[in-house]
């Protein structure tokens, strides 16, 4: 086994110091060996199935260390601002991860994100990211010119509930005006017994407290499709880097060791068959939050992610019971892709089943089953929503308005809501986690937009 790991190990640096010396726009020499230095440690990491005590907190601390001086390198070599971003973010990241080591190494969160399996899946998002910048150099998107939509049209005067678009073309989702009031964010204590919610995630939705949305907003009725997805890919030439977590299924999934991050799969592929109004998956926080820059220069109305407060009194809509159908998960199947009977059946995975059939193995085409109390498709169910804010592990310190917490750690992006493959406690409402990787991305998760007025 160590045999192997060493090959695998001198054929990733031979194949990266090859990309990188090859590509037609290559990198300083200087810029290159500083990146070389951070793989080299996440290719020992990423190939090390079980993480001895110490290794976590040894890894983080000097790919810490290594990403802050490979930022220096990159300013004084005038290499790529974005690269330089990235190496600011990985330095933040790994920071963030060494207080989490700790629980990490004593199993604190079993079945949780902070496992090996997470961790390793790090070094390669991180790897491929690194791979796909020194080749590619693409520009931030500040910085890339977009056109204005046709026929863009922004309504005034909107009234509470109103249904409205900002333009003809298909991206320009339809979005629903909800109205200010307030709502108890948080799981109740009874739908944490009657679900047998884990003891960590009960803490991560408490205290159950009173939220004030002190304004009118809007939010898309349905989650961004492929399709949406595609023409911002495609008017900014963006560049993705390969690969997006999934889940093996047996027996791969009954070894420890398994691998989540797969090379081969994107949005354009997340292993599953999706049709253009598929919600679009495999893609970061940060993808969203740059489409939401490019569908508000295109339209000239203000986009971005919502927040976890806002996110949470949309998908609630006026009810406050565990789903926003009731209480029984069995009901979700009218409402939402959920982990099923169908989808049991067709993935293998063994998870914890609702005992109804939605007859959607995976994703759903949007607003395909029926919609919640304030017209809104696929609130939970379909895919996970990435929200705006910096992840903090309780409620201690709100949110107490419509505004997105700041204070946590932001390289720890933000999820609400289930997903086609989650088991039933984590279909609720009240379900929120982060997940420790800032390039993180799965076959899971998407995302909707909130728009100002």
């Known amino acids: ?33 500083a990146i070389g230095d951070i793989t080299r440690i996440m290719t020992e990491a990423e190939n090390s199935g079980s993480w001895p ?46 207080p989490l080591c700790e629980p990490f190494e004593r199993n604190a969160f079993p079945g949780g994100q902070l496992q090996t399996r997470y961790l390793r899946a790090d070094m390669s998002l991180w790897k491929a990211q690194f791979d796909m910048l020194l080749d590619k150099n693409p520009a931030s998107i500040e910085k890339i010119k977009i056109a204005r939509a046709d026929s863009v049209y922004l309504p005034e005067k909107l009234k509470d509930f109103d249904v409205f678009s900002d333009c003809k073309a298909s991206y320009c989702r339809e979005m629903v005006v909800l109205p200010k009031g307030n ?32 304004e009118p907003f809007a939010i898309s009725k349905t989650e ?54 598929s919600p679009v998956t495999c893609v970061t926080r940060k993808d969203a939050e740059d489409y939401a820059f490019w569908l508000s220069a295109k339209t000239g109305a203000k986009y971005r992610l919502p927040s976890e407060a806002e996110w949470e009194y949309a998908a609630r809509a006026g009810t406050d019971t565990p789903y926003f159908w009731g209480n029984k998960i069995e009901d979700g199947c009218n409402y939402a892709a959920i982990y099923d009977l169908s989808t049991d059946k067709a993935t293998g995975y ?4 609702a ?58 992006p933000l999820l609400r809501g289930g997903a086609w493959n989650y088991m039933p406690q984590n279909e609720r409402i009240a379900y929120r986690s ?20």
């Not at 001198?10 to 290559?26: D, N, P, Q, R």
């Not at 004084?76 to 600011?88: E, I, P, T």
């Not at 495609?234 to 999934?246: M, N």
């Not at 895919?383 to 201690?396: G, K, L, P």
Request: charged share 20%; glycine share 6%; hydrophobic share 35%.
């Open 1 to 33: 086994m160590k045999l192997k790991r060493f090959i695998g190990n001198l054929i990733y640096v031979c194949c990266f110091t090859a990309l990188l010396y090859g590509s037609a726009k290559a990198a300083p020499v200087e810029i290159t060996s």
């Open 53 to 98: 005590v110490g290794y976590c907190r040894a890894t983080y601390n000097t790919i810490a260390e290594k990403a802050h001086s490979a930022t220096n390198v990159v300013k004084k070599f005038r290499g790529s601002q974005v690269l330089a971003d990235n190496l600011y973010q990985l330095n933040k990241q790994a920071k963030a991860m060494l």
């Open 183 to 214: 709502y108890s964010i948080g799981g109740t204590d009874q739908e944490h017994v009657d679900l047998n919610v884990d003891s960590y995630r009960v803490k991560w939705e408490s205290p159950r407290h009173n939220v004030q949305i002190r």
């Open 224 to 277: 961004v499709t492929v399709e949406d997805f595609a023409q911002f890919v495609k008017e900014t030439k963006r560049a993705i880097a390969a690969g997006c977590l999934a889940f093996p299924g047996y027996p791969a999934m009954g070894d420890p060791e398994y691998v989540m991050y797969q090379k081969n799969l994107s949005w354009r592929n997340p292993g599953f068959s999706q049709g253009k109004d």
């Open 350 to 353: 063994r998870f914890v089943t």
């Open 355 to 412: 005992q109804c059939d939605d007859k959607t193995p995976y994703t759903a085409q949007i607003a395909h089953f029926k919609p919640n109390n304030w017209g809104l498709y696929d609130m939970t169910g379909n895919a996970r929503e990435w929200v705006a804010d910096a992840w903090e592990d309780s409620y201690e310190t709100g949110p107490y308005t419509e505004e997105a917490r700041t204070n946590g750690v932001s390289q720890f």
């Open 434 to 453: 982060a997940y420790y990787s800032w390039l993180i991305r799965s076959y899971m998760w998407g995302f909707r937009l909130a728009r100002e007025l």
